[in-house]
């Protein structure tokens, strides 16, 4: 008899679903694919944002993105940054340069997101699982190699990937320009362009700026964030190059 117990517990125990296992680079890619973050590096985006316009342009590894303003196109590409005002491209101090290259550059990259996460630079960390508003999330760490990790390679990221779509809710990130600090952001709308998921934040920032980055969806469940901005998308279009 106590035999049969043990086979029937080890058949019960061997039928249980396990849950896989997956590495950072995994989900990475998988999130990168059910968002259809991939067809981005073949594409045309263009969108508004905050009363400016933007357009990206990226095929086979070169990239164009712009920014357009009152009589004022701002270009950022693979040879570096030019302004132009009314067509006549201007003199820029590189210390406005850098400033403006940097606004350019964050805007497309926060547009577009996962895509990028697969860039040489990028260093991908899996920290223990979380549950925000009793969903479960995969949680990604992101940290970026000096070399080839830009300006800002010092910048730590944090991805809350659901667990059942591998979609992204929630990110984290620190930053050190203008004085650093923290944000987390909070899904507000999605929409698909294309087969491509664009998002829609709310932006927070801790009420205590001890509160640790890995801590950040703890510190919004228990309402020690304060939202300061919405990060909204306007006539987002979209056309995949061949």
């Given at each position: 008899?106590?035999?049969?117990?043990?086979?029937l517990?080890?058949?019960?125990?061997s039928?249980k679903?396990?849950?896989?296992?997956?590495?950072a680079?995994?989900?990475?890619?998988?999130?990168?694919?059910?968002?259809?973050?991939?067809?981005?590096?073949?594409?045309?985006?263009?969108?508004?944002?905050?009363?400016?316009?933007?357009?990206?342009?990226?095929?086979?590894?070169?990239?164009?993105l712009?920014?357009?303003?009152?009589?004022?196109?701002?270009?950022?590409?693979?040879?570096?940054f030019?302004?132009?005002?009314?067509?006549?491209?201007?003199?820029?101090?590189?210390?406005?340069a850098?400033?403006?290259?940097?606004s350019i550059?964050?805007?497309?990259?926060?547009?577009?997101?996962?895509?990028?996460?697969?860039?040489?630079?990028?260093?991908?960390k899996?920290?223990p699982s979380?549950?925000?508003?009793?969903?479960?999330?995969?949680?990604?760490?992101?940290?970026?190699?000096?070399?080839?990790?830009?300006?800002?390679f010092?910048?730590?990221?944090?991805?809350?990937?659901?667990k059942?779509?591998?979609?992204?809710?929630?990110?984290?990130?620190?930053?050190?320009?203008?004085?650093?600090?923290k944000?987390?952001?909070?899904?507000?709308?999605?929409?698909?362009?294309?087969g491509?998921?664009?998002?829609?934040?709310?932006?927070?920032?801790?009420?205590?700026?001890?509160?640790?980055?890995?801590?950040?969806?703890?510190?919004?469940?228990?309402?020690?964030?304060?939202?300061?901005?919405?990060?909204?998308?306007?006539?987002?279009?979209?056309?995949?190059?061949?």
């Amino acid at each position: 008899m106590r035999y049969f117990y043990s086979v029937l517990l080890f058949l019960i125990f061997s039928c249980k679903p396990q849950e896989t296992t997956l590495t950072a680079q995994q989900i990475i890619d998988k999130t990168i694919v059910l968002s259809g973050a991939d067809k981005i590096k073949n594409s045309e985006v263009s969108f508004k944002f905050r009363n400016r316009e933007y357009a990206a342009l990226r095929e086979n590894g070169k990239f164009q993105l712009m920014r357009s303003f009152d009589s004022i196109q701002d270009i950022l590409d693979n040879t570096g940054f030019k302004r132009l005002i009314l067509g006549q491209t201007i003199n820029v101090a590189d210390s406005m340069a850098f400033k403006y290259r940097n606004s350019i550059n964050s805007v497309h990259y926060f547009s577009v997101l996962p895509f990028g996460l697969n860039d040489k630079a990028v260093r991908k960390k899996l920290l223990p699982s979380s549950t925000i508003k009793e969903k479960e999330y995969y949680k990604v760490e992101i940290t970026f190699s000096e070399n080839g990790g830009g300006e800002d390679f010092e910048d730590v990221f944090i991805y809350w990937i659901g667990k059942e779509n591998f979609l992204v809710d929630y990110l984290a990130y620190s930053y050190h320009i203008n004085g650093g600090g923290k944000r987390f952001r909070v899904l507000k709308e999605q929409c698909s362009r294309n087969g491509i998921r664009f998002v829609d934040y709310q932006n927070f920032k801790p009420l205590d700026a001890k509160i640790k980055l890995s801590n950040l969806d703890s510190a919004f469940e228990n309402k020690q964030l304060k939202k300061i901005s919405e990060i909204i998308l306007e006539d987002i279009q979209v056309k995949i190059l061949d």
